[in-house]
């Protein structure tokens, strides 16, 4: 059962461009969304987040957009650098009795120079 | 990644070998996390420890496996008798709090990336 999605396992776009990716969740209960970058053999590392409250946030070239009703976030990356090609996990935070963090299965980007 | 020591980096075992995976917090950190990723897929939740407590295990397979965060020293996680299919990178995590009052509370060591042979 896989709470978060990431449909698109891999993604490539010029360099200069804009990179859009997507994540779609299921679980109404979400409150915090987040996305990592990892590079290979390295842990992943915080990009960016948005509170369940907000539609949009801004942070340089990367914005994420959130659509609760449709259960759709979105990280927008502008322009593209051949250093932003890594694996961008989507994530969820999931309040219990702790913060419970539920990651996506990663979109491979490729920024072509 | 900065602080979040994981070791070894890689470790390889045979098939009914045990395999120790280690984890060193953020200093002042007192929670840890562990993720599996396995080839071509996605960052899975396997347990949530405090210091002398497993507060989440529901991400453990429940044989085999265990973790362990001691009052003094690292975070152990511990897969018994391994077999091919626990081949994976195995991340740790810490924060100070627990909360993520923004994304940046939650560290992610390098890895360690078991090979079962």
């Known amino acids: 059962d896989q709470q978060v999605k990431q449909n698109s396992p891999s993604l490539s776009v010029q360099e200069g461009r804009i990179s859009i990716l997507n994540c779609d969740y299921t679980?109404?209960?979400?409150?915090?969304f987040l996305w990592y970058k990892k590079y290979p053999a390295e842990g992943p590392t915080f990009l960016i987040s948005?509170?369940?409250?907000?539609d949009k946030n801004e942070d340089g070239r990367f914005t994420v957009f959130l659509n609760k009703s449709a259960k759709h976030l979105s990280l927008h990356i502008v322009p593209s650098q051949p250093g932003d090609s890594a694996v961008y996990f989507c994530?969820?935070?999931?309040?219990?009795?702790?913060?419970?963090?539920?990651f996506g299965p990663g979109t491979s980007l490729s920024v072509i120079p | 990644n900065a602080g979040v020591m994981q070791n070894p980096r890689h470790l390889v075992r045979r098939r009914g070998q045990e395999a120790r995976l280690r984890c060193s917090p953020m200093?002042?950190?007192?929670?840890v996390y562990w993720y599996r990723q396995l080839p071509e897929e996605g960052l899975k939740f396997m347990v949530y420890?405090?210091?002398?407590?497993?507060?989440?295990e529901s991400g453990m397979p429940k044989e085999r496996f265990s973790a362990e965060f001691p009052k003094e020293g690292p975070s152990i996680l511990r897969i018994q008798q391994v077999v091919r299919g626990d081949s994976a990178a195995y991340f740790c995590?810490?924060?100070?709090?627990?909360?993520?009052?923004?994304?940046?509370?939650?560290?992610f060591g390098e890895g360690s990336w078991l090979t079962v042979v």
């Open positions: 994530a969820a935070r999931l309040r219990t009795s702790y913060d419970k963090v539920i």
């Open positions: 948005i509170s369940s409250i907000k």
């Open positions: 200093k002042g950190h007192s929670h």
């Open positions: 420890l405090q210091k002398e407590n497993i507060i989440d």
């Open positions: 995590a810490s924060s100070r709090t627990g909360t993520f009052l923004s994304g940046n509370t939650i560290y």
């Open positions: 679980n109404s209960m979400f409150d915090y």
